[in-house]
């Protein structure tokens, strides 16, 4: 056997101190790269809010909205120069009448929840307003303008709580309500599609 020389062992030692660096290099490299992997990737997409209102908020903006509902109906009976318009104010009066019933019967007997109001609120009295101010002429689309407007906030409303509310009667009187007022929507959309609104089509001047 040959004598092994200090030489050789510090060589020996230098080559096997070389290989365990680079071992300890390979194997942290994939722990950086996937480190900067995941720092890189995109976030995941974020669902978009749900709107919720109140229990409150709906219990105001419902009864508002019947209280409305019967007040023009009302003043477009008597106003109203289409025998299209008229009829569609006196369902709006009958129906409106029965949903404020059937809010009223689902507050029965729970205790906590606020009472409906009994006035309607600005934004309401100024649309009304503006109906009782309106000319013979412009009376009509007027009114067919503010109720495309209030219905689709009332179906806006009823879906929303439908889906959302907190209280599950008033939950599912929401969701009774709102293909009826689907439908009013569908009906005053198929009279201003009509041209009933139109003053060359309304009645006479003399309201």
Not at 58 to 67: E, L, R, T, V
Not at 103 to 123: E, K, N, R, S
Not at 133 to 160: C, I, P, R, S, W
Request: proline share 5%; with cysteine; glycine share 6%.
């Amino acid at each position: 056997m040959f004598p092994i020389t200090q030489n050789a062992l510090y060589k020996s030692a230098t080559l096997a101190l070389l290989f365990a660096l680079a071992a300890c290099g390979q194997s942290a490299t994939p722990t950086n790269d996937n480190a900067t992997a995941g720092a890189s990737a995109p976030a995941a997409p974020q669902m978009p809010g749900v709107t919720r209102v109140s229990t409150q908020d709906f219990i105001n903006k419902a009864a508002i909205s019947d209280m409305f509902e019967v007040q023009a109906g009302q003043l477009a009976q008597t106003r109203g120069g289409n025998d299209a318009i008229k009829n569609f104010a006196r369902q709006m009066v009958t129906d409106h009448r029965a949903t404020a019933s059937a809010m009223q019967a689902a507050l029965h007997g729970q205790d906590g929840l606020p009472p409906p109001p009994t006035a309607l609120d600005q934004d309401h009295q100024n649309m009304l307003n503006e109906l009782r101010n309106a000319g013979a002429a412009e009376f009509d689309q007027k009114y067919v303008d503010n109720q495309t407007h209030a219905h689709q906030d009332a179906l806006n409303l009823m879906q929303d709580y439908a889906q959302n509310g907190d209280n599950a009667t008033l939950r599912q009187f929401a969701s009774e309500t709102a293909p009826k007022v689907q439908h009013h929507l569908d009906m005053i959309r198929q009279i201003d599609q009509s041209g009933a609104d139109e003053p060359s089509r309304s009645g006479g001047a003399g309201r």
